[in-house]
């Protein structure tokens, strides 16, 4: 494994797990299983108020090619085909959906000490092209995220970013929206139990400000504590337990502060892994 600046979707992702990652307001199960031939199979169903989604995905792996194939409620089916390392460092991958004839995507993903690539085109006449790139190493890192779509001849996406990385904190800065919001997010570890985030954004359209701030705390080496809250006085927490290995079950909860008498929204997760 190369240790460079990684790919941009780095950029800030401690801070968006510590604020964001587990936390939601369904109900849903994770069932997966694994066979002595190599084939993991997972089962998911989400229930969304009165809507019930499940999926299943078979994952194959050879030698360095591994393959996923997921089928869901709608009838659509999902092909993943990744070559991992057919080189040093570059990775392949080809997706596509059915029916959805516009769907084929192939992405080449390349790491090095001092920089990372991520470029991927549609397989259509008139096809989306996406660029990424980074560029600095583990400590400092700067990058840019790019979608220009072939037919209209216009950037339909154009982000920037800035990482900055010591032992215990992650700092970031990203411009997006095509420079129309701005982003600051910021990761500490306070001590090996406990860490702590923010992040702000800024739009220049509407000049309003989002802010959350967020921590995370492991009660035993089995069960993490996180909570949330935000400028516009929703505030969340969420329990998770990790009660036989690779296995978890997760009780979050969010409560509008400034609505205090409206119902609490509850979720409910569980993941099983056998």
């Known amino acids: 494994m190369v240790k460079g600046p990684g790919l941009y979707t780095e950029i800030g992702k401690k801070a968006r797990d510590l604020l964001y990652k587990d936390y939601q307001t369904d109900h849903k199960f994770t069932l997966t299983t694994f066979s002595p031939t190599g084939v993991t199979i997972t089962s998911s169903g989400t229930k969304k108020g009165e809507f019930l989604a499940a999926d299943v995905n078979t994952q194959l792996k050879n030698k360095n090619i591994t393959t996923d194939i997921k089928v869901d409620t709608s009838s659509n089916l999902f092909t993943t085909i990744t070559v991992d390392e057919p080189a040093p460092g570059l990775k392949t991958i080809f997706s596509f959906k059915v029916p ?7 992405e080449v993903q390349y790491l090095h000490e001092y920089a990372a690539v991520s470029s991927s085109v549609g397989l259509t006449v008139n096809p989306t092209v996406n660029f990424s790139g980074v560029i600095g190493t583990n400590v400092a890192s700067l990058g840019t995220d790019l979608s220009f779509d072939t037919k209209t001849g ?11 990385s010591k032992v215990d904190l ?15 997010s910021y990761y500490h570890i306070v001590n090996p139990l406990t860490a702590v985030g923010a992040e702000v954004s800024h739009s220049f359209s509407s000049n309003e400000n989002t802010i959350t701030v967020g921590a995370q705390h492991s009660l035993d080496p089995l069960t993490t504590l996180k909570a949330r809250v935000n400028n516009a006085g929703k505030a969340s927490a969420l329990v998770q337990h ?5 296995s978890f079950f997760t009780v979050s909860g969010e409560v509008d502060t400034k609505a205090i008498e409206k119902t609490a929204k509850v979720g409910l997760a569980l993941a099983l892994k056998s």
Not at 100 to 106: A, E, F, I, L, P
Not at 170 to 184: E, H, P, Q, V, W
């Open 100 to 106: 959805d004839q516009r769907s084929g995507k192939v």
């Open 154 to 164: 216009d950037f339909i996406k154009c982000n920037a970013g800035v990482s900055l």
């Open 170 to 184: 992650i700092a970031s800065l990203t411009l997006n929206n095509k420079g129309d919001s701005l982003n600051a």
């Open 242 to 246: 990790e009660w036989r290995p690779k």
